[in-house]
T-cell receptor, first 113, second 115 residues
Framework: GAGVSQSPSNKVTEKGKDVELRCDPISGHTALYWYRQSLGQGLEFLIYFQGNSAPDKSGLPSDRFSAERTGGSVSTLTIQRTQQEDSAVYLC???????????FGPGTRLTVT | TQLLEQSPQFLSIQEGENLTVYCNSSSVFSSLQWYRQEPGEGPVLLVTVVTGGEVKKLKRLTFQFGDARKDSSLHITAAQPGDTGLYLCAGVSNAGGTSYGKLTFGQGTILTVHP
C-alpha cells in the first residue's frame, strides 16, 4: 500500500519568505508527527497530532513555525519569515494510535538562501 | 526533558569487522527503538525492545535493552557494505496525555562499511 508522502521533495527559498510543507500520512493512521533533521544528525521533534486531541506543540522552535492537520489526514507545516538556520530536512511520520512504530516519509529538504 | 546520547557519532570500518553502537540516557523509557536511514529517505524501523534485559536478533544485528531500560546497544557481526547508513536509537515515552507515543531520538551514528 501507499506509504507516507511529502511534498515538495526539495524547496529553495529566500530568507524572509514563508513556506508550506505538506504531508500525506498512511490511510487510517491517527497519529502524525513532524521532525526536523540537520545533515547526518538525529531527529528533532516538532509537533505531534493524535486524532482530534489538542496537538503536542512542545517542539516547535519559535512562533514562526505552525502546523495544522485537516480532517484528521493531511498536515501542513508552515514556516513564516524563514531564516537560514531553518535549512534542514523536514520529516513527517504517521502511526496507528497506541502502536509506537512510526512510518516516515522521504522528507522535504528546505534550503533558505 | 528526556535525552538520548548515542555513540560513536561516526564509524568507518572494513567489510567483515564487528561493531557496536551505544545509546544511553539518564531517563527510563517504556521501550526503545532502532531505526536505519539511507540518504534521501526517511528512517525505517529495525526493532523495538520493551523489556529490561531483552535481546533481539535480526540476522547479523543484535539489539539489547539495558536492565534498567535506560540504555541500549546495537551490535553488527561481520559488517557488509550494505549495512552502510545512519543508525538512530529512539526512546518511547509512556507519559500520558499529549506525550503518548512520543519518540526522543539520539544524534545518530553514521556507519560506513568499506569493501
Amino acid at each position: 500500500g501507499a506509504g507516507v508522502s511529502q511534498s515538495p521533495s526539495n524547496k529553495v527559498t529566500e530568507k524572509g519568505k514563508d513556506v508550506e510543507l505538506r504531508c500525506d500520512p498512511i490511510s487510517g493512521h491517527t497519529a502524525l508527527y513532524w521532525y526536523r533533521q540537520s545533515l547526518g544528525q538525529g531527529l528533532e521533534f516538532l509537533i505531534y497530532f493524535q486524532g482530534n486531541s489538542a496537538p503536542d506543540k512542545s517542539g516547535l522552535p519559535s512562533d514562526r513555525f505552525s502546523a495544522e492537520r485537516t480532517g484528521g489526514s493531511v498536515s501542513t507545516l508552515t514556516i513564516q519569515r524563514t531564516q537560514q538556520e531553518d535549512s534542514a530536512v523536514y520529516l513527517c511520520a504517521s502511526s496507528l494510535y497506541g502502536v509506537y512504530e512510526q512510518y516516515f516519509g522521504p522528507g522535504t529538504r528546505l534550503t533558505v538562501t | 526533558t528526556q535525552l538520548l546520547e548515542q555513540s560513536p557519532q561516526f564509524l568507518s570500518i572494513q567489510e567483515g569487522e564487528n561493531l557496536t553502537v551505544y545509546c544511553n540516557s539518564s531517563s527510563v523509557f517504556s521501550s526503545l527503538q532502532w531505526y536505519r536511514q539511507e540518504p534521501g529517505e526517511g528512517p525505517v524501523l529495525l526493532v523495538t525492545v520493551v523489556t529490561g534485559g531483552e535481546v533481539k536478533k535480526l540476522k547479523r544485528l543484535t539489539f539489547q535493552f539495558g536492565d534498567a531500560r535506560k540504555d541500549s546497544s546495537l551490535h553488527i557481526t561481520a559488517a557488509q557494505p550494505g549495512d552502510t547508513g545512519l543508525y538512530l536509537c529512539a526512546g518511547v515515552s509512556n507519559a500520558g496525555g499529549t506525550s503518548y507515543g512520543k519518540l526522543t531520538f539520539g544524534q545518530g551514528t553514521i556507519l560506513t562499511v568499506h569493501p
